[in-house]
């Protein structure tokens, strides 16, 4: 296993009631509309089946927002959204969480992801890149990041469109003191190695599950198959930054200033795994905002998808009454 990275440890210089408060959340990737099909298994190439279920929802980065919002983050939205049904969807959304919108809505509406939920809880992606592909410096601008905000970024985010570029070239300037926590998604083996560097540049938090740790890893040279501990361990020290491996049932491995270590989640029976990287990002990111150490937000983030998990639904995280209550239990 791999040696501790020297990077920055990441804790409260002056807690949630120090004299300029908590930090923000800042979401500087997509919100989007999910539509959510429940299915005993995917259908055969070719094939077809019928969806026990079927809903219309708020998804992509609302979820991540959302589970923010629930844990008494203030959150920001900096990106794009459209003008149609499902712009109105997604700021509808943003409005119930009470998550502030910094831009004007687009011309066109925003997009949509086909979400499969099989069975056994696993769950496949099919996106569209509409509204929230856009992004206008000015509107990021005015979030004036202050040395206490966390921001949030998608791997999503690095696809070609407008908003890879603003976003690339607005994360360099941000002040000393604000955090970039990092989601890499499912398509970061598939990044072009310009803006995918510029994302490592900048990352001071990098939170992955284990699939994504693996492409990742096969991407820039490491050993993929390395175990866990290993894994987060040797990508810490490949990015310089903190890494949250999240394990799904077994928790997180946390690598970076230290020595990678397990932190466990508490047991309990999934029912529908849609969404719970969201929840874990989310509250992390929250808890960071709030002056939390990086060992006690990952804690913290492992109770709140544990929680999410029994419950159906991409936006299950739960509220910081809800987390309270697991971690003491």
């Known amino acids: 296993m791999s040696g501790p990275v020297n990077v920055p440890v990441i804790g409260p210089v002056i807690g949630p009631m120090g004299p300029a408060g908590p930090g923000r959340v800042l979401h500087a990737g997509q919100a989007l509309v999910d539509l959510v099909l429940t299915v005993p298994h995917l259908p055969e190439r070719g094939g077809d089946l019928f969806a026990r279920s079927a809903d219309l929802l708020a998804g992509g980065g609302f979820n991540v927002m959302a589970a923010a919002a629930r844990d008494g983050a203030r ?3 900096l ?15 943003l409005r119930a969480e009470g998550i502030e919108v910094l831009a004007a809505p687009e011309p066109e509406d925003s ?3 086909i979400a499969f939920i099989e069975d056994d809880a696993e769950r ?3 996106s569209t890149l509409g509204a929230e592909g856009l992004a206008r410096r000015a509107d990021f601008d005015a979030a004036r990041v202050g040395g206490r905000d ?10 070609p469109s407008p908003h890879r570029e603003v976003l690339l070239g607005w994360l360099p300037g941000l002040p000393a003191g604000a ?20 994302l490592m540049a900048a990352a001071h938090v990098w939170s992955t599950n284990e699939r994504e740790a693996r492409l990742l890893a096969r991407r820039i040279g490491l050993d993929a198959g390395a175990g ?16 949250v491996l999240r394990c799904g049932a077994h928790g997180a491995i946390l690598a970076g200033a230290e020595a990678a270590r397990h932190l466990p989640a508490p047991a309990v029976t999934a029912i529908d795994t849609n969404g719970a990287g969201d929840a874990h990002c989310g509250v992390l990111c929250a808890a960071l905002a709030a002056g939390a150490g990086l060992g006690e937000a990952v804690e913290r983030a492992n109770h709140a998808a544990a929680l999410a998990v029994t419950r ?18």
């Open 312 to 329: 159906r639904g991409p936006a299950t995280s739960p509220t910081a009454a809800e987390i309270e209550a697991s971690l003491r239990g």
């Open 75 to 77: 959150v920001v939205y």
């Open 150 to 159: 966390v921001v949030y970024v998608s791997g999503y985010s690095l696809v």
């Open 124 to 126: 496949t992606f099919v």
């Open 228 to 243: 866990r501990e290993s894994l987060a361990g040797d990508l810490a020290q490949e990015l310089g930054c903190a890494v």
């Open 179 to 198: 955090r970039v926590v990092v989601d890499p998604g499912p398509l970061v083996g598939e990044v072009e190695g310009a803006p995918l560097a510029g």
């Open 79 to 93: 990106g794009g959204h459209g003008t149609g049904p499902f712009g109105d969807i997604v700021r509808s959304a």
């Open 111 to 113: 997009g949509f992801s």
